[in-house]
């Protein structure tokens, strides 16, 4: 269950949610994944652009 919900947050947050619970940190987690994300995004672009120049 653990792998689980590290693996999908979301399930956490849902289970989370039906015991009535709040999640220490939730707000700070979702805004490092979406920085991570981002920063894959810009990762791939830059690396589409090396490699139709090179």
Same mark, same amino acid.
């Given at each position: 269950?653990?792998?689980?919900?590290?693996?999908?947050?979301?399930?956490?947050?849902?289970?989370? %949610? $039906?015991? %009535?619970?709040?999640?220490?940190?939730?707000?700070? $987690?979702?805004?490092?994944?979406?920085?991570?994300? !981002? %920063?894959?995004?810009?990762?791939?672009?830059?690396? $589409?652009?090396?490699?139709?120049? !090179?």
């Amino acid at each position: 269950m653990i792998e689980l919900a590290n693996g999908q947050p979301e399930i956490l947050k849902t289970l989370a %949610g $039906r015991a %009535g619970v709040t999640l220490p940190l939730w707000k700070e $987690r979702c805004d490092d994944e979406q920085r991570v994300k !981002g %920063g894959r995004r810009l990762a791939s672009v830059s690396r $589409r652009a090396t490699i139709a120049h !090179g």
